[in-house]
């Protein structure tokens, strides 16, 4: 069985700072995917970034960057110069390999950003 | 703007009422999700159709019942829900692979209210 644990339920972060969401992972499967999403008050997830389980190089997409220890078994999402519309909750989540596999979410962080 | 789009917006029932969401995409994605958020909580997911067959049901209550017509719409029947069924009911589509489902796309969800 896979499982996501996010240990920060809440954090809080001032305007133009960087800001590390916490996130580790359990699986027994060799290939597997990583995943951030952001969800606003609005209720939608807003995909952010992906890691492949063999893909070498760190993901990045813009602002966001995922360091991915995959000894440690942690995909950290890493925010650079926060922007008070980064203020959501955030999940990180993982995939099974397969055509119909499942996408597992963590209990989230809640990051407020603060001028 | 979401590319997946889900109705009703907002639903209050009755626990005798019987009522649907909608959801549709327009991307060609050959998986469709179903996911139940309660407040605080991250997303479980209660059925995923891959192309356009159940393939995943995590032992969801008979009172709710999954329909694909086609490739772009997903429907999730309701039927005799309790109060505690009250959740944001969240759809998404991705296109699935080997290593995956693939980065998954998320309507803005509907909000369901049981009486």
């Known amino acids: 069985a896979q499982k996501i644990t996010q240990t920060q339920p809440g954090m809080f972060v001032q305007e133009k700072e960087a800001v590390t969401l916490d996130c580790t992972y359990d699986t027994s499967d060799q290939s597997y995917g990583l995943f951030w999403y952001k969800q606003p008050s609005s209720g939608e997830m807003i995909f952010l970034i992906y890691q492949g389980s063999y893909d070498e190089q760190n993901a990045t997409e813009g602002r966001y960057s995922l360091n991915f220890q995959k000894a440690r078994k942690s995909a950290n999402l890493v925010i650079s110069a926060s922007q008070l519309g980064d203020s959501a909750m955030y999940f990180c989540?993982?995939?099974?390999?397969?055509?119909?596999?499942?996408?597992?979410f963590g209990t989230g962080t809640r990051l407020q950003v603060t001028l | 703007d979401t590319e997946v789009t889900q109705t009703p917006k907002h639903l209050v029932m009755g626990m005798t009422n019987k009522k649907s969401l909608k959801c549709e995409q327009h991307m060609g994605h050959r998986a469709m999700y179903w996911y139940k958020q309660k407040a605080k909580k991250p997303p479980e997911l209660m059925f995923v159709y891959s192309y356009e067959k159940l393939s995943i049901n995590e032992s969801v209550p008979s009172r709710f019942s999954p329909e694909c017509p086609n490739s772009s719409l997903l429907n999730l029947h309701l039927h005799a829900l309790q109060p505690e069924d009250s959740a944001l009911y969240l759809c998404?589509?991705?296109?699935?692979?080997?290593?995956?489902?693939?980065?998954?796309?998320f309507g803005e969800g509907s909000r369901l209210t049981v009486l």
């Open positions: 989540a993982m995939s099974n390999t397969g055509t119909a596999s499942k996408l597992t």
């Open positions: 998404a589509s991705s296109n699935p692979g080997l290593a995956g489902p693939g980065e998954l796309f």
